[in-house]
C-alpha cells in the first residue's frame, strides 16, 4: 500500500488539494465498523519526509469516518504528530510524526479499541492478523428474543416478560454497539454507536421494550449486510493483486527449471511459459512466439502477437504456444504492481464532491442532536407538552442523525469507478481526475504517438518514364534496405510485405541530407529526395507540381533515378515514393466520439504546418498547431483554459511534460512498463488506443451523476423521515430502516459503476 500522504508535483502537478486533514466526522451505520475477512494488500513501509517519518498503520477496526472521527480527535495535538492521512477503504492511517513519538501513538490507538499493525512489524509482513470472526448464534438469539417480546407485548402477558426479553435481546446483540458507543462518548465523539446506544437506553428507559429490543437487533443485522456490501467495493479493486500468479517457471544454474514463488525472482532470471498460463512476472522474449492476452494491463480487446525482443507483462494470459523471457522487473516493481499502487494511492485522494460531503457531514450531526435535545426539553417545559412523547421523538431523531448513508456514498462511488477504469486500461490518479473529467471542454493531442503510428510507413508509389511496377520497386527496395533512414526502411518494409525481390548492390554510398547511390546491374542508381533531384537537374514542372501536392498532404517524398554507369548520361526519374506517419484507425473513432460527447479538440505537434493540417484534416480534429516547441505547446494550453471548464493534454508523459502539467488533467498515452508516465501522468492509458479519452469522459460523467444521486437519496430519505417524526408519524424501527435503507442504497448505486464498461 503506497503512503497516501506523499503528493509532490509529479503526482499532483496542477497542485489539487488531495489533503484529507479537517475532516473529523461521524458515519453511519455501525456497518462501516464491522471488519471484513477480505485479504489487503500490506501498507508501504515506513519512510521520511520534510514533516518528519510517515508510517502507514492498518487497523482492521477502520473501515469508516466513525472511526476516523475518534481516532482524528485522539492523535490531534499529541506530541509528535504532525498529520494524518487515512485510506479508510484500505484501511490504513499513515501518521506524520517524530521518530519518539510512534510507541504514545500506537497506545493511543489502542486505548480506543482498535489493534494496529505497522507496516515494519514482523508479525504483519508475514500475514496481517484478521479480526476474529463473530459467531452468528448470539444475533439469531436476540433476533428470537426481540420477536418473542413483540409477541408478548401484544399478547398482553405481563410487561415484565416483555422487559426480560427484551433486555436478553439487547444484551445478545448489543454489547458491542454500547462498548464502541461509551468510547465514543468518553472521548468527545458523537457517533453512530454512541447515538444508537443513546436511543435504545431511552428506549429501555421509557418502557419501549420491544422496540428497544428490534432497533438493536436491526441495526446489528445492518451491520453484517453493510460489510458485505463495503466489501465488494473493497473486492474491485483486490481483484487486481490477483491477476499475477505467485509462483513462475524459472530456470537454475544447472539449466534445469523450477517452480518458484515469484517474490523470489530476481531480475535477469529466465521464465518459461506454457500456453494458458498466466505471467506472473514482466519481462522481454528470448525465445519463441505466442499470442498474449493483455487485457488485464492494457485494456486491449484482441490478443497481442508477441515474438522474440517484444515485452510482456506480469498478471497477462498466454493464449497460445509456449515461450521465455527474461525478467525486466521484480515481483513488486512490475507493471500491475504500478498500476495497484496508484489505484490504491488514488483512493486517499478526495474528489471534490467527496470533500463537500465531509464538510457537510462535520456540521451535520451534531446540529441534530442539538435539535434533538430541545425537542426532548423545550415542548414539555415550555408549552406543557407530554414528556415520553417529545422524549421519544428526540431518540427517534437521534437515530435519524448519523450521515451513514451521505458519507459512504461518496467513497464506494469512487473507488469503484477506479476500479472499472483499471480494467478497462484506464489509470486514474485520484478521485479528483475522475469527477473532474466531466468538465473537459478541449482536449490537446500530440501528433506522433498519440493520433498517428509514430512509425512512417509507404502511402503512395508511382511509376515515371515508362519504368515497369515490379523492377522499380525492386531496384528501390535494393537501395532503401541498405540505409537507416526512417523512410527508406518504409519503402523497403513495404517491399519486404509484398515479397518483392531484391538485387545485389555495388558501390553503395550514403549521400547525408539527400538519399543514397549505388550500382545494380552495371546501372548507377538514386534513392533521394526533392533536393537531390534538383541536383542531378531531373526535376520537371509536372514532376514539380506532383512533389508539391504530395508534400501539402503532410507526405515525405522519394525518388529513384537511374543514370549511365559508364558516361554518367543522365536517363530520369523512374519511381516516386510517398512516405508518412500514418493516422491509427482508432483514431478517427476516438475524435468523432469526443465530439459527439462535445469536446473540441486541438493538435499541438513539432511537425511543420503541412503535415499538422493534413493528419488533423484526416483524423477530424478542429484545430491544428505545428513548428511548436515544449513551451509553445505549454502557452497553447494556457491559451484554452479556463475558469468553468477543464483544458485535458494527451502526450507520451515525458516529452509533453510542461504541457501535460499546466492542463487540468495530463493523459500520458501507451504507459503500460513505462514507470515514468504511470508516476507522472494525472491519467495514464495503459496502451495507444485514444478511444479510451471519450470512456474515461463517460466514466466522469457517470461517476458524478451517481455522487448527486447518492446525495439526493440520502439526504431526501432523512428528510422524509424527520418530518415523519416531528408530526409523530416516525417510529424508532422505522428510523432504524431508514437509517440502513438509505446506506445500502447509496453503497449498491455506487458499486454499479464496477460493471461500467464505457
Keep these: 500500500m503506497p503512503t497516501p500522504a506523499k503528493h509532490?508535483?509529479?503526482?499532483?502537478?496542477?497542485?489539487?488539494?488531495?489533503?484529507?486533514?479537517?475532516?473529523?466526522h461521524d458515519h453511519g451505520a455501525g456497518a462501516c465498523c464491522a471488519a471484513s475477512a477480505v485479504p489487503l494488500a500490506l501498507p508501504a513501509a515506513p519512510s521520511t519526509s520534510a514533516q518528519g517519518m510517515q508510517t502507514p498503520i492498518r487497523i482492521l477496526q477502520m473501515d469508516c469516518p466513525t472511526e476516523e472521527a475518534l481516532l482524528r480527535k485522539k492523535l490531534t495535538g499529541m506530541d509528535g504528530v504532525a498529520g494524518m492521512d487515512f485510506n479508510l477503504m484500505q484501511r490504513v492511517l499513515t501518521v506524520t510524526h517524530a521518530p519518539?513519538?510512534?510507541?504514545?501513538?500506537?497506545?493511543?490507538?489502542?486505548?480506543l479499541g482498535f489493534t494496529p499493525e505497522i507496516a515494519n512489524s514482523a508479525a504483519a509482513q508475514a500475514a496481517p492478523t484478521p479480526e476474529p470472526a463473530k459467531p452468528w448464534w448470539p444475533l439469531v438469539l436476540a433476533g428470537a428474543a426481540a420477536i418473542a417480546s413483540e409477541a408478548a407485548h401484544?399478547?398482553?402477558?405481563?410487561?415484565?416478560?416483555?422487559?426480560?426479553?427484551?433486555?436478553?435481546?439487547?444484551?445478545?446483540?448489543?454489547?458491542?454497539?454500547?462498548?464502541?458507543?461509551?468510547?465514543?462518548?468518553?472521548?468527545?465523539?458523537?457517533?453512530?454507536?454512541?447515538?444508537?446506544?443513546?436511543?435504545?437506553?431511552?428506549?429501555?428507559?421509557?418502557?419501549?421494550?420491544?422496540?428497544?429490543?428490534?432497533?438493536?437487533?436491526l441495526f446489528t443485522v445492518a451491520e453484517l449486510i453493510e460489510a458485505k456490501s463495503l466489501d465488494r467495493a473493497r473486492n474491485a479493486i483486490q481483484g487486481l493483486l490477483q491477476l499475477a500468479p505467485e509462483r513462475a517457471t524459472v530456470q537454475q544454474a544447472d539449466g534445469s527449471w523450477?517452480?518458484?514463488?515469484?517474490?523470489?525472482?530476481?531480475?535477469?532470471?529466465?521464465?518459461?511459459?506454457?500456453?494458458?498460463?498466466?505471467?506472473?512476472?514482466?519481462?522481454?522474449?528470448?525465445?519463441?512466439?505466442?499470442?498474449?492476452?493483455?487485457?488485464?494491463?492494457?485494456?486491449e480487446s484482441l490478443p497481442v502477437e508477441k515474438a522474440e525482443g517484444d515485452t510482456v507483462f506480469a498478471g497477462t494470459i498466454n493464449a497460445s504456444g509456449?515461450?521465455?523471457?527474461?525478467?525486466?522487473?521484480a515481483a513488486g516493481d512490475s507493471t500491475l504492481a504500478r498500476i495497484i499502487h496508484a489505484v490504491e494511492e488514488a483512493q486517499g485522494a478526495r474528489a471534490p464532491t467527496q470533500r463537500f460531503v465531509d464538510r457537510f457531514a462535520q456540521v451535520y450531526t451534531p446540529v441534530v442532536f442539538a435539535i434533538a435535545v430541545a425537542i426532548a426539553i423545550l415542548p414539555p417545559l415550555l408549552m406543557g407538552g407530554d414528556w415520553f412523547t417529545w422524549v421519544y421523538k428526540a431518540l427517534v431523531l437521534l437515530v435519524i442523525a448519523c450521515p451513514c448513508a451521505l458519507v459512504i456514498s461518496t467513497p464506494v462511488t469512487i473507488v469503484s469507478g477506479l476500479a472499472a477504469a483499471a480494467r478497462m486500461g484506464i489509470l486514474v490518479k485520484g478521485g479528483v481526475y475522475l469527477e473532474e473529467g466531466r468538465k473537459l471542454v478541449w482536449l490537446a493531442l500530440?501528433?506522433?504517438?498519440?493520433?498517428?503510428?509514430?512509425?512512417?510507413?509507404?502511402?503512395?508509389?508511382?511509376?515515371?518514364?515508362g519504368g515497369v511496377d515490379a523492377e522499380v520497386r525492386s531496384l528501390a527496395a535494393s537501395l532503401a534496405s541498405r540505409s537507416d533512414h526512417p523512410v527508406s526502411r518504409a519503402v523497403a518494409e513495404a517491399a519486404q510485405r509484398d515479397a518483392v525481390p531484391l538485387h545485389t548492390v555495388e558501390a553503395f554510398e550514403a549521400l547525408p541530407g539527400r538519399g543514397t547511390k549505388g550500382l545494380i546491374d552495371g546501372n548507377l542508381y538514386y534513392l533521394g529526395?526533392?533536393?537531390?533531384?534538383?541536383?542531378?537537374?531531373?526535376?520537371?514542372?509536372?514532376?514539380?507540381?506532383?512533389?508539391?501536392?504530395?508534400?501539402?498532404?503532410?507526405?515525405?517524398?522519394?525518388?529513384?533515378?537511374?543514370?549511365?554507369?559508364?558516361?554518367?548520361?543522365?536517363?530520369?526519374?523512374v519511381g516516386l515514393f510517398a512516405v508518412a506517419d500514418t493516422v491509427k484507425d482508432s483514431s478517427r473513432q476516438a475524435i468523432a466520439e469526443l465530439h459527439a460527447l462535445g469536446i473540441k479538440t486541438i493538435m499541438l505537434t513539432g511537425d511543420n504546418v503541412h503535415t499538422a493540417k493534413a493528419i488533423a484534416e484526416q483524423v477530424g480534429i478542429d484545430e491544428a498547431r505545428g513548428d511548436l516547441l515544449p513551451e509553445d505547446k505549454l502557452k497553447a494550453i494556457e491559451s484554452k483554459l479556463g475558469q468553468d471548464s477543464a483544458v485535458g493534454m494527451v502526450?507520451?508523459?515525458?516529452?509533453?511534460?510542461?504541457?501535460?502539467?499546466?492542463?487540468?488533467?495530463?493523459?500520458?498515452?501507451?504507459?503500460?512498463?513505462?514507470?515514468?508516465?504511470?508516476?507522472?501522468?494525472?491519467?495514464?492509458?495503459?496502451?495507444?488506443?485514444?478511444r479510451k479519452l471519450p470512456r474515461f469522459v463517460r466514466l466522469s460523467r457517470k461517476t458524478h451523476a451517481l455522487l448527486v444521486q447518492n446525495i439526493v437519496l440520502a439526504l431526501g430519505i432523512k428528510a422524509v423521515f424527520l418530518v415523519l417524526t416531528l408530526t409523530g408519524q416516525g417510529t424508532m424501527w422505522m428510523a432504524v430502516f431508514a437509517d440502513v435503507g438509505a446506506s445500502l442504497l447509496v453503497v449498491a448505486n455506487g458499486l454499479r459503476l464496477v460493471r461500467f464498461r464505457g
Excluded at 519518539?100 to 486505548?111: H, K, M, N, T
Aim: with cysteine; aromatic share 4%.
Design 8 to 24: 509532490d508535483h509529479a503526482h499532483d502537478p496542477h497542485g489539487h488539494d488531495h489533503s484529507d486533514h479537517g475532516h473529523g
Design 100 to 111: 519518539s513519538a510512534i510507541e504514545p501513538i500506537l497506545q493511543a490507538v489502542r486505548s
Design 154 to 217: 401484544w399478547a398482553g402477558l405481563p410487561g415484565w416478560v416483555a422487559a426480560v426479553l427484551a433486555l436478553a435481546a439487547v444484551l445478545a446483540c448489543g454489547t458491542t454497539t454500547y462498548k464502541k458507543g461509551w468510547i465514543a462518548v468518553r472521548n468527545g465523539n458523537l457517533n453512530i454507536n454512541a447515538l444508537m446506544s443513546i436511543a435504545v437506553t431511552g428506549a429501555l428507559l421509557l418502557g419501549q421494550w420491544p422496540e428497544a429490543a428490534m432497533v438493536m437487533v
Design 258 to 299: 523450477s517452480d518458484v514463488a515469484a517474490k523470489a525472482v530476481v531480475v535477469g532470471a529466465r521464465v518459461r511459459v506454457k500456453p494458458g498460463e498466466r505471467l506472473a512476472l514482466d519481462g522481454q522474449i528470448v525465445n519463441g512466439r505466442s499470442s498474449i492476452d493483455q487485457a488485464p494491463i492494457t485494456g
Design 322 to 329: 509456449s515461450f521465455e523471457y527474461l525478467v525486466t522487473a
Design 446 to 465: 500530440d501528433k506522433t504517438g498519440t493520433i498517428t503510428h509514430g512509425k512512417p510507413a509507404q502511402t503512395d508509389f508511382a511509376v515515371l518514364n
Design 529 to 573: 529526395n526533392h533536393r537531390l533531384v534538383h541536383e542531378l537537374g531531373l526535376c520537371s514542372d509536372a514532376l514539380e507540381a506532383r512533389l508539391s501536392e504530395l508534400e501539402k498532404q503532410g507526405k515525405t517524398v522519394i525518388l529513384l533515378a537511374r543514370a549511365d554507369a559508364d558516361n554518367g548520361a543522365e536517363i530520369g526519374v
Design 651 to 690: 502526450g507520451d508523459g515525458i516529452n509533453d511534460a510542461p504541457a501535460l502539467a499546466r492542463a487540468d488533467i495530463g493523459f500520458a498515452m501507451g504507459a503500460a512498463g513505462t514507470g515514468t508516465a504511470i508516476e507522472t501522468a494525472d491519467v495514464a492509458l495503459m496502451d495507444d488506443d485514444l
